[in-house]
């Protein structure tokens, strides 16, 4: 049984910052492109960053580039999203997926999903 656990989110204000985890477990996950989506209520789905199974490539939402950063540790079976300069416009559920395509950046090309973090951002 393939199971992501996000964890990490909380409520914060304005400016902080926060680490979310997701945890892997039930496939091979340096075979696996692994990213992060987020859903604020009422809102779609929206990528917010992918990473290569190597660790060899990202990508990011081209609004959240310099603010976040998605890493991956083979060895912990763990993906990473440090998330600096927190905005109240970050508030959302934050997902963690796992696929195998090259297209980091669409929702329809992971194939696992977790269950989220919620990260709530005062002002």
């Known amino acids: 049984q393939v199971q992501l656990v996000e964890s990490g989110g909380g409520l914060v204000q304005a400016g902080d910052s926060l680490r979310l985890s997701c945890v892997v477990s039930g496939l091979i996950f340096s075979n696996y492109t692994m990213g992060w989506f987020r859903q604020a209520p009422g809102k779609e789905l929206d990528f917010v960053a992918g990473i290569s199974w190597n660790n060899s490539r990202t990508h990011y939402l081209n609004s959240l580039k310099g603010r976040f950063t998605i890493s991956r540790d083979n060895a912990k079976n763990t993906v990473y999203l440090q998330m600096n300069s927190l905005k109240p416009e970050d508030t959302a559920v934050y997902y963690c997926?796992?696929?195998?395509?090259?297209?980091?950046?669409?929702?329809?090309?992971?194939?696992?999903w977790g269950q989220g973090t919620s990260v709530t951002v005062s002002s």
């Open positions: 997926a796992a696929g195998r395509s090259q297209f980091l950046g669409y929702a329809g090309r992971y194939d696992y």
